[in-house]
């Protein structure tokens, strides 16, 4: 691709770019000063508390409540990033040139229609993945500094869908599946719409088949010596919680538990009933990365599926 | 045709796609809470005492349970009458003048027309009666869902579901479409325009909230947080009344160097658990602000006009922009 093959990709939807280039450059900013205050305020917090054996008058300004207040707004942008980044960039490139009635001529000038959408495409690919991917890692220092629990080391599950590489993945798939939509419905909002819809969809469909995959090979995770933030480090992912037979080593939800013996499945120590240990059903946070690789892989084939069908349009209809 | 008419289908023909998702949407949402309404309504004559929160009878603890399910489930569908207003607002107040612009077809159009003002009237007053016309039956679907989730509520003196039901959800939606006219003029491209018009609402929606929250604390009380009763009342936040009598929130407490890490159970605060026992070392009382929930219908009033003065300059400073800038 030329240089002006390039500029040209841009200067068709500058004021987008420069708006979400601003956006994303503000929203990595305020997460990295977020995950920078957090880390000083709970190391002076942490230091205060040893010393004193309590935390009275441990209290820093900005408090660590403020940090994990901040920390979730930061996390929300960081989640939406990916579907306001690909909607919006994504259904314009085909449906502003067919409804501005400009589509014939930028395909006749081209050596071939395939070729003009991938010089349109290939630009916005790399504007998307490279904002997506400095928001994600933004939101990753966040998520590794939170005031009220210990993930520097290793976050697992926390914040799975608003953070890391995720982001950039999810912002390809939407942004090509709402290239394929623009290219169907040649009208910029009718088409944002219907995309949006698509997407939402798509998305609430593969958190729950994501989620019946997880389950399905959830297994007991032993509850840890309780800590200052809770049973378990390393950030599992949780499903459930269960009672496991210490003789049979045979595991039983706590609801199937409850309904067969009743009361005793809640002894008024709050441990468990004797002869059980209590566990949780879920995946430990050291499979985080084989996750998301799953979760990229399908959202991947979404991706190269939404790509091939916007050509295949592109190719096939009327300007 | 009279001019009523072709007034109507011209402006129907620009915005077609748009009124109709707008139209569906609003046709989907409103048949979800009417159905929810039913089924609520269902389920509370059966056991119409079980829903009372003033008085306990150990069979509701079961029969109570479908009644909450279902109602935390409708939740959801009043959290998007929430958001249809500013989305609607958004979707039809966008494209009225930046899709022209954008299009080229702005120039001609105003041309044609008397002047800038009357087409820019004639295309927003087609836009503004859709949309009150949708978010009117949103009010009203949204309004009969609150009353069967919440039976034994006097919904016209109580802030529960404040936003979410009733006459705000139209003046919200009628503040977006300003937004969304003033800033696809400036901007004179649809979906930059409406990209920056959710940003704007959004801001404007928390300033406003913020601003509200301040105009209204000099109506609240002071209560008990232990006493748990609201009776309806719009909670504004947690405070501690200082033996000075002074009432300050947690902030506030923070910043002067105090920190609370104890209470007793008459709600006197202190610094640590030690502390308890001893009256001289209280720090204050754990209280809470709250509007009177007889004053909704005033404080709906008050943001009413607030937000509806908003949209009023807002489509003052969209016609400005219209009458002035260039066609493309």
């Known amino acids: ?319 | 045709m009279s001019r009523i008419g072709s007034w109507l289908v011209l402006s129907f023909r620009l915005n077609r796609w748009e009124v109709l998702a707008s139209a569906a949407g609003v046709a989907l949402m409103a048949a979800g809470m009417l159905w929810f309404t039913w089924q609520l309504r269902t389920l509370a004559a059966t056991e119409p005492m079980c829903l009372d929160p003033s008085t306990y009878f150990a069979a509701c603890e079961q029969s109570a349970q479908p009644f909450y399910e279902l109602s935390s489930r409708a939740e959801l569908l009043s959290y998007l009458g929430w958001a249809a207003a500013f989305g609607l607002g958004l979707v039809l107040g966008v494209p009225l003048v930046s899709r022209e612009i954008e299009q080229r077809t702005a120039g001609m159009a105003w041309a044609l027309s008397r002047s800038r003002t009357s087409w820019l009237l004639q295309r927003v007053a087609f836009a503004a009666l859709v949309l009150v016309s949708l978010l009117l039956a949103l009010a009203i679907a949204s309004e009969a869902l609150a009353a069967a989730q919440l039976p034994t509520h006097h919904l016209d003196h109580d802030f529960s579901w404040y936003g979410r039901r009733g006459a705000l959800i139209v003046v919200r939606g009628l503040a977006a479409l300003a937004v969304g006219v003033l800033l696809g003029a400036l901007l004179g491209r649809v979906l930059p325009a409406l990209l920056v018009g959710v940003f704007a609402s959004a801001l404007m929606f928390t300033a406003v909230s913020l601003g509200m929250d301040r105009w209204v604390e000099a109506d609240a009380i002071v209560i008990d947080p232990a006493s748990g009763d609201r009776e309806g009342g719009r909670y504004l936040g947690q405070r501690v009344e200082l033996p000075s009598g002074e009432l300050i929130d947690y902030g506030e407490l923070s910043r002067r160097g105090l920190s609370v890490e104890a209470n007793d159970e008459q709600g006197r605060l202190f610094a640590t658990p030690a502390d308890i026992g001893h009256p001289e070392r209280i720090i204050g009382w754990d209280r809470g602000l709250v509007v009177p929930g007889r004053l909704y219908p005033q404080i709906v009033l008050r943001e009413s006009a607030l937000v509806g003065g908003m949209a009023s300059l807002l489509a003052l400073a969209a016609t400005f922009v219209v009458s002035r800038r260039r066609p493309g």
Do not use: H
């Not at chain 1, 230091?47 to 994990?68: E, H, K, R």
């Not at chain 1, 799975?160 to 995720?166: Q, V």
């Not at chain 1, 595991?251 to 949780?280: C, H, K, L, S, W």
């Not at chain 1, 991947?300 to 939404?306: D, I, P, R, T, W």
């Open chain 1, 1 to 319: 691709m030329s240089l002006g093959a390039w500029r040209l990709a841009f200067r068709r939807q500058r004021l987008e770019l420069l708006i979400f280039i601003a956006a994303a450059v503000l929203v990595t900013a305020a997460s990295l000063l977020i995950a920078w205050g957090a880390s000083e305020a709970r190391s002076s917090f942490d230091a205060c508390y040893q010393a004193q054996g309590t935390d009275a008058g441990c209290a820093a300004s900005p408090s660590l409540n403020d940090f994990s207040t901040w920390g979730g707004f930061a996390r929300i942008g960081a989640f939406l990033t990916p579907f306001a980044l690909g909607l919006v960039l994504g259904v314009p490139v085909v449906a502003r040139e067919i409804e501005g009635r400009t589509a014939g001529i930028a395909w006749t000038l081209s050596r071939s229609r395939s070729r003009w959408l991938i010089q349109r495409v290939l630009p916005l690919v790399v504007v998307v993945v490279v904002l997506a991917a400095a928001v994600g890692i933004g939101s990753e220092f966040v998520t590794r500094t939170n005031p009220f629990a210990e993930l520097a080391a290793n976050p697992g599950f926390s914040d799975y869908t608003a953070r890391g590489w995720m982001l950039p993945v999810r912002a390809l798939a939407v942004l090509l599946l709402a290239i394929a939509v623009g290219a169907m419905v040649p009208r910029q909002l009718p088409a944002l719409l219907l995309a949006g819809a698509i997407t939402l969809a798509l998305f609430v469909g593969l958190s729950i088949g994501m989620d019946t995959w997880m389950t399905a090979e959830a297994r007991p995770i032993p509850f840890e010596e309780e800590s200052r933030f809770g049973p378990f480090g390393g950030g599992p992912r949780i499903f459930d919680v269960a009672y496991r037979d210490d003789a049979t080593g045979k595991v039983i939800t706590m609801n199937d538990f409850y309904n067969r013996y009743g009361d005793v499945a809640f002894p008024d120590d709050g441990q468990a009933p004797e002869g059980f240990t209590q566990v949780a059903i879920g995946i430990p946070g050291e499979e985080y990365t084989t996750w998301v690789l799953r979760e990229s892989a399908i959202l991947g084939v979404l991706a190269v599926v939404s790509g091939g069908l916007a050509m295949l349009v592109v190719a096939r209809r009327r300007p």
